[in-house]
């Protein structure tokens, strides 16, 4: 028997319910922890609620309702790792991600294959920034291991003070687009997001990353704060910190091992009904063609 699939227009009214809830929820949150967020947040779910009863009206109606669907479909892919930023405000956004992932699932989304040109130049994009974010997270780690082992209030003050703009300003930007342009490589190419354990392994890592630097943010600000006056004891927070630095960089490497060495093979999901894999994507090139008969040629290949 046949799983029964989310009702998409049924999906945005529900959705467009959540965002109204969530939005107001952030907004009167006291003392927020991170303003910027909460005001990101509190837009974000004021459009994805527009969006969200209009996409309602509008899947009721057979003449938009094609481009309302692909319009969904990208909105909620982008807005998942958008909701990762406002877990910084508020922890309501983790049923948000569920929700748009259920939405993009049921309304069986069909991704164009990118070109030679657009390919190069969105794996360019999904390279510089991991790389960057690899960077970004190593020399975090190295502040945090500064900030714990300082002998002076300003080197550990200082420490602290970076480790925290290291991470609002790049970090958290880092895993964004990360994630973002490794989508739109994923899904614009024979890779997927789903038919490859090594493809399928890199996203979950991508997605567990923004949750570990939800346990991580606290703490820098903790430390930030305390050590402002003097010189302090960095305890148990201090170690703490370390340790979650440093798991975030070797899963980063884990995830760059992953891209180079491709291992695992398929998943489930990759392979045909029967089982096997599906047939692979190539390309020839003719470089001649012979006559064999009237009006009939063989090509060449190379």
Do not use: C
């Not at 798991?247 to 045909?272: E, M």
Request: glycine share 10%.
């Amino acid at each position: 028997m046949a799983r029964p699939r989310p009702n998409p227009r049924l999906m945005q009214l529900v959705f467009g319910v959540f965002a109204v809830t969530a939005g107001t929820l952030i907004a009167l949150r006291p003392d927020p922890p991170n303003p910027l967020f909460t005001t990101a947040g509190t837009y974000g779910y004021a459009l994805a609620a527009v969006l969200s009863f209009g996409g309602w009206l509008a899947l009721g109606h057979p003449a938009p309702a094609a481009r309302t669907r692909q319009v969904l479909i990208v909105f909620h892919l982008l807005f998942v790792p958008a909701q990762f930023l406002f877990l910084l405000a508020h922890d309501t956004p983790w049923l948000g991600m569920a929700l748009s992932s259920a939405i993009v699932v049921g309304l069986k989304p069909r991704f164009p294959r990118l070109g030679r040109m657009a390919r190069k130049v969105w794996l360019t994009l999904h390279v510089g920034i991991g790389v960057g974010w690899l960077g970004i997270s190593t020399g975090m780690l190295l502040l945090a291991v500064t900030g714990a082992t300082a002998d002076s209030h300003e080197l550990q003050h200082g420490a602290y003070l970076l480790l925290g703009r290291f991470d609002i300003f790049l970090a958290i930007p880092s895993a964004f687009l990360a994630i973002v342009t490794g989508v739109v490589v994923s899904l614009g190419t024979p890779w997927g997001l789903l038919r490859h354990r090594w493809v399928l392994a890199k996203l979950v890592i991508a997605l567990a990353l923004p949750f570990l630097a939800g346990f991580e943010g606290p703490w820098i600000e903790e430390l930030e704060a305390r050590s402002a006056p003097g010189l302090i004891e960095t305890g148990t927070t201090g170690m703490l910190l370390i340790g979650a630095m440093g798991l975030f960089a070797a899963l980063l490497w884990t995830a760059t091992i992953l891209s180079v060495f491709k291992p695992g093979g398929r998943t489930r999901w990759g392979r045909r009904p029967d089982g096997r894999l599906p047939a692979p994507d190539t390309a020839a090139t003719v470089v001649a063609a012979r006559p064999v008969a009237a009006g009939t040629v063989a090509p060449s290949r190379r």
